[in-house]
């Protein structure tokens, strides 16, 4: 297969890279690949660094929120209900498509189709353009969020071939309202490293969460109450034993840098437990080294250092940097992030600790993640150093871990592979997930 995905922040290519061992020649970014046209690429990097301006921009009073509320009303999901006809083309839609009747996408169809392999991709715009382009070989879109706006169906979804492959059944319901062809929607879930699953018996996952519920349940609560569902989907509640690092907390930021503040917040309220090594803290920044050397900085203040208890995670390309994160995950307890594609990281038994949503989609993330039970909203991080505890004590984040375990998919990549290397499209169809 070939593997298209786009450069702008994380989500797309977070999408992509589960799937590189299956690629033809890696992923392939439609915005920045070798043989691109400068003008092609100019396009757009422009759209990309206006997103990422505004979304730091956000936080000024009044006039960042106004920036961002129009920026936001371009990609805006209308509300599901009352169910009705939403096929009517939105002015992002024509954006893009305008775009791809101008030669968007035109060299580098023309280049795949020298070799038509089936073509999945990550983001909309390629599929717009392999279709528009007539790409020889079938044409599979990944959907990475948990609802989508109208942008995502092409302008004609009665016509068009494109199979889109879905999260969850809220976004097929969305895009039958969008006016695509039910059997062009498969609900597949969203494709999670394999190094953090461990096969179709899951024995990675269910290892490492295994490991997780003592930190996230040190009382013992949660395992007393739910005993049996524990024994049922995981092990035998004995079995659960104390963990040999202490609770370990995953902050990170997406790819614009907006919540770096957060990150350095959420440090200093938990020093006195990092110091002590009672808590132990990853800082992601991803590919960014103004948010790495912020990051730093921050740690000087606070008169820390890059240890075991805090550790920075930071690369210089974006699948070093995957590798790296998929890697810190199997010790990790909580995840604390804004409700982005990691949501549906929450199906590797990850609690998520949701800070603020950026933009429409995320909102959707968010309400999906609550939905399942599986997320919980950040209180004030002033006082993180007493709400964690409070949560953890209770329960409240191991039961979270389970719920994401049990109601969030997780073999999204399996299933992306089975239907477009081995056509098993029958087994996916009968596959129901929320």
């Not at 035109?106 to 070799?115: A, E, Y």
């Not at 390629?126 to 990475?144: K, L």
């Not at 503040?261 to 803290?281: N, P």
């Not at 477009?420 to 596959?431: A, R």
Request: aromatic share 12%; glycine share 6%; net charge positive.
């Amino acid at each position: 297969m070939h593997v298209v995905a786009v450069d702008m922040g994380y989500g797309h290519q977070r999408a992509a890279y589960p799937l590189l061992g299956s690629s033809y020649n890696g992923i392939v970014n439609a915005n920045h690949y070798q043989g691109i046209s400068k003008k092609e690429e100019l396009s757009w990097q422009e759209g990309r660094r206006w997103y990422e301006i505004i979304s730091r921009f956000k936080k000024v009073p009044i006039l960042g929120s106004l920036a961002f509320a129009i920026m936001d009303n371009f990609q805006k999901i209308e509300p599901f209900y009352p169910r009705r006809d939403l096929s009517k083309n939105s002015s992002q839609q024509k954006y893009f498509y305008q775009k791809v009747k101008r030669g968007l996408g035109k060299d580098l169809i023309k280049d795949l189709n020298q070799n038509p392999l089936p073509l999945v991709t990550s983001f909309f715009v390629p599929a717009y353009f392999a279709e528009h382009n007539n790409y020889q070989g079938p044409i599979y879109c990944i959907v990475c969020d948990a609802d989508i706006a109208r942008a995502w169906a092409p302008p004609e979804p009665k016509n068009s071939r494109i199979i889109y492959l879905a999260p969850n059944k809220r976004v097929r319901e969305r895009l039958l309202l969008y006016g695509v062809k039910p059997k062009n929607i498969l609900v597949t879930g969203f494709p999670l490293p394999k190094e953090n699953i461990g096969g179709l018996q899951q024995t990675i996952l269910k290892s490492d969460l295994k490991s997780r519920i003592y930190n996230l349940d040190p009382k013992g609560i949660y395992r007393k109450k739910y005993a049996k569902l524990i024994e049922d989907y995981l092990c035998p509640v004995k079995e659960i034993k104390k963990n040999k690092h202490p609770l370990t907390i995953t902050f990170a930021v997406g790819g614009a840098g907006a919540q770096r503040e957060l990150g350095a917040l959420i440090l200093e309220k938990l020093k006195k437990h990092l110091k002590a090594d009672k808590v132990r803290l990853n800082l992601v920044a991803g590919v960014r080294n103004d948010v790495y050397l912020f990051f730093q900085e921050v740690l000087k203040k606070c008169a820390l250092t890059s240890s075991d208890s805090v550790r920075i995670i930071y690369a210089e390309d974006k699948l070093s940097y995957f590798r790296e994160f998929n890697k810190i995950l199997r010790k990790t307890d909580v995840l604390w992030t804004k409700p982005s594609e990691l949501t549906f990281y929450s199906g590797l038994g990850i609690p998520i600790i949701m800070s603020k949503p950026i933009g429409s989609q995320e909102e959707y993330n968010r309400n999906w993640l609550l939905a399942i039970g599986a997320g919980i909203d950040s209180q004030d991080p002033n006082y993180v150093d007493e709400w964690l505890f409070d949560w953890l004590n209770s329960g409240w984040l191991a039961e979270a871990a389970m719920q994401g375990f049990l109601d969030a998919p997780k073999m999204g990549t399996y299933h992306i592979e089975n239907i477009v290397l081995h056509n098993k499209v029958q087994e996916i169809k009968d596959i129901q997930l929320l």
